[in-house]
């Protein structure tokens, strides 16, 4: 599987440092080809000896060859590799990563690579938790690159807590499902719906929700890495998208919304309702901004077309809906009795009643329901996580 992939590891100042050996060995075990770019103070926890001896290539750590009056060429380095790891990731060489300082030759080697970005971090677990170093761990995921979570443990300060990098042998894993991953979405169009929408009641004034819509933006870019054409419908809200395999049209209210995916539904195979659409709109707008008057206001609002239902009347035997519930009562009830209504393939329910799933949140807890099988359910994890698991559910729905 890993024959003649080409690994750079680059090795930053940690006492995790001594793993990066371990990692090596059992690449080189796997007939990879693995090259070695340090940190200097990578040098003080291990030498640049045992690591060029492991990988049975020289190890490099600054921008002139040793002695020899040459240049180092990052470049080179950096277009060569398969997949650049970077473990150790020391809290230092992310926020240079996340903010393309370049003082360094891993730094530059990094910036110059073209291939799948790997990080797995090791520090102390206040430095870990430090807002700053999560911030540039986003920062990181969002130019598409994979953060290796650190693990809970006992850590080199002799403090307990979460920091300690992860095992090589996991590391390991991770390379091979990299490089092992089937792209189980390839060729399929895919039309997601995300964020919330405003109704507009005069020019400055709205009706709106909280939905931030990074729900649907996880499952976009987890079916763009699939292989799938995604094309992403989404209310207001920020969406910095790392791919070009995903297409964003911003919308505003339902009607545009609605517009929007009647447009592209039918070349769709797969739809997937993440927008809190608003379910009514005011009667009128008004065209200037209205002043205040009396003591109450009455606002008269009408029903918008349910984009999720209007499709499902569309749905043809090669499209799988996918619609989502939130609820805050009778949870699964509400559930499957939007997924017959809306003639949805799957539903996915959050509850308000979950600590950590609903709007806003970088968490969701989920539980899927599918026409013709079991009720799934999930913890407490990441959207992106969550993503996966719903990618799951509607892979094992086209299989049946
Ligand atoms: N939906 C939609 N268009 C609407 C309303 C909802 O496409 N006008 C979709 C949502 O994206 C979601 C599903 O329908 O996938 C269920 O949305 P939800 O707001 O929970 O359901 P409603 O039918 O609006 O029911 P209620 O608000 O009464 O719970």
């Known amino acids: 599987m890993l024959k003649g992939k080409k690994i750079l590891l680059g090795v930053c100042g940690s006492i995790a440092a001594y793993k990066s050996a371990l990692l090596i060995r059992l690449l080189v075990k796997a007939d990879c080809d693995v090259k070695v770019v340090m940190t200097s103070s990578a040098k003080s926890f291990i030498t640049p000896l045992t690591l060029s001896t492991l990988s049975k290539n020289p190890v490099v750590s600054?921008?002139?060859?040793?002695?020899?009056?040459?240049?180092?060429?990052?470049?080179?380095?950096?277009?060569?590799?398969?997949?650049?790891?970077?473990?150790?990731?020391?809290?230092?060489?992310?926020?240079?990563?996340a903010h393309g300082l370049c003082d360094n030759l891993l730094m530059a080697t990094y910036l110059s690579a073209k291939c799948p970005v790997m990080i797995a971090p090791a520090m102390d677990l206040d430095m870990y938790k430090h807002p700053s170093t999560c911030t540039n761990l986003k920062t990181l995921q969002s130019y598409g690159h994979q953060v290796l979570d650190a693990e809970h443990g006992e850590l080199a300060s002799g403090l307990i807590g979460e920091g300690r990098m992860a095992e090589p042998e996991e590391l390991f894993n991770h390379i091979t499902a990299h490089f092992s991953k089937k792209k189980r979405f390839e060729g399929q169009r895919v039309l997601i719906t995300a964020g919330p929408t405003y109704e507009k009641i005069d020019p400055v004034r709205f009706i709106g929700n909280h939905s931030s819509g990074k729900m649907g933006l996880a499952l976009a870019h987890a079916m763009a890495d699939e292989g799938a054409q995604v094309q992403l419908i989404a209310g207001p809200g920020n969406y910095e998208l790392v791919t070009d395999a995903i297409s964003l049209i911003q919308v505003s209210s339902a009607d545009e919304m609605y517009e929007a995916v009647a447009k592209s539904y039918d070349e769709t195979n797969i739809a997937i309702f993440a927008a809190a659409v608003a379910d009514y709109k005011p009667v009128s707008?008004?065209?200037?901004?209205?002043?205040?008057?009396?003591?109450?206001?009455?606002?008269?609002?009408?029903?918008?077309?349910?984009?999720?239902?209007?499709?499902?009347?569309?749905?043809?035997?090669?499209?799988?809906?996918?619609?989502?519930?939130?609820?805050?009562?009778?949870?699964?009830?509400?559930?499957?009795?939007?997924?017959?209504?809306?003639?949805?393939?799957?539903?996915?329910?959050?509850?308000?009643?979950?600590?950590?799933?609903?709007?806003?949140?970088?968490?969701?807890?989920?539980?899927?329901?599918?026409?013709?099988?079991?009720?799934?359910?999930?913890?407490?994890?990441?959207?992106?996580?969550?993503?996966?698991?719903?990618?799951?559910?509607?892979?094992?729905?086209?299989?049946?």
């Open 62 to 97: 600054s921008f002139e060859k040793d002695d020899q009056g040459q240049w180092e060429n990052h470049v080179e380095l950096g277009l060569w590799a398969d997949l650049m790891i970077l473990a150790p990731a020391s809290a230092n060489s992310i926020a240079k990563m």
């Open 285 to 400: 707008q008004a065209v200037e901004k209205i002043k205040k008057a009396g003591q109450s206001m009455t606002i008269e609002l009408v029903k918008n077309k349910d984009i999720a239902a209007e499709m499902g009347k569309r749905k043809g035997t090669h499209q799988i809906n996918v619609g989502f519930a939130l609820e805050t009562e009778k949870e699964e009830q509400y559930a499957k009795e939007k997924m017959s209504k809306k003639n949805f393939d799957l539903i996915v329910l959050n509850s308000l009643n979950d600590n950590g799933a609903g709007f806003s949140v970088d968490t969701n807890k989920i539980t899927i329901f599918s026409v013709d099988q079991k009720p799934k359910y999930f913890e407490l994890k990441s959207k992106q996580k969550v993503a996966n698991d719903i990618l799951n559910c509607i892979h094992e729905k086209i299989q049946s």
